[in-house]
């Protein structure tokens, strides 16, 4: 059973910044991608970014790229989001996800974390 706990969400004003964070345990860390997906009130699931066991990153569109950076830490069994120049678009739940293949698609991911709320007011 892989568990996941997210952290460092909250309130911050539009341009600022946030780190996410998700420590997994369970299961070898190496061993799965890593992801992170937010949902908005009314609104699916969404993709955010991806990254998998050596590094390589995947990212949800042209609305986070260039903003938001995805990394894993293996010795912490750790990995994080930082956000950046965040919008009140960016407002969601963001929720950590792990999987044994890499995926961007929320119906198929195993393992979620509880998720952290973001809020960005303007």
């Known amino acids: 059973q892989v568990q996941l706990v997210e952290s460092g969400g909250g309130l911050v004003q539009a341009g600022g910044s946030l780190r996410l964070s998700c420590v997994v345990s369970?299961?070898?860390?190496?061993?799965?991608?890593m992801g992170w997906f937010r949902q908005a009130p009314g609104k699916e699931r969404e993709f955010v970014a991806a990254i998998s066991r050596s590094g390589g990153v995947i990212y949800g569109g042209d609305s986070v790229k260039g903003r938001f950076t995805i990394s894993r830490d293996n010795a912490k069994n750790t990995v994080y989001l930082q956000m950046n120049s965040l919008k009140p678009e960016d407002t969601a739940v963001y929720y950590c996800a792990a999987d044994s293949v890499i995926t961007t698609l929320a119906r198929t991911i195993s393992n979620w974390g509880q998720g952290t709320q973001v809020t960005v007011s303007s």
């Open positions: 369970g299961r070898t860390f190496s061993s799965l991608f």
